[in-house]
Nanobody, 124 residues
């Protein structure tokens, strides 16, 4: 099973940018659908976006459209989430996840592996 480690979170002012990385172990990274979720305090884990093994991208959740970009580098076993124009409401723990299937990609239950999460805090 693939193991995932996120990095790149931190404290940033509103309007700033961050790039999250998710490094995967194992030789089968390129076969997985990869996704980013986030979870704010007191809220359920929320789907942000997913990317297929060939680079196809699902729809972004509405609140991040036009500001966040997902991409992957299969040679580096890494998926990224570039976040621009950050808002205080983007504050959350961000998780990457891996799935062997391409159905119900917005559901947490679809994913076989999760990282430990990285905290993103956006100050106003």
């Amino acid at each position: 099973q693939v193991q995932l480690v996120e990095s790149g979170g931190g404290l940033v002012q509103a309007g700033g940018s961050l790039r999250l990385s998710c490094a995967a172990s194992g030789r089968t990274f390129s076969s997985y659908v990869m996704a980013w979720f986030r979870q704010a305090p007191g809220k359920e884990r929320e789907f942000v976006v997913a990317i297929t093994r060939n680079g196809g991208i699902t729809d972004y959740t509405d609140s991040v459209k036009g500001r966040f970009t997902i991409y992957r580098d299969n040679a580096k076993n890494t998926v990224y989430l570039h976040m621009n124009t950050l808002k205080p409401e983007d504050t959350a723990v961000y998780y990457c996840a891996a799935s062997n299937t391409r159905v119900r990609l917005t559901s947490t239950q679809t994913y076989d592996a999760w990282g430990q999460g990285t905290q993103v805090t956006v100050s106003s």
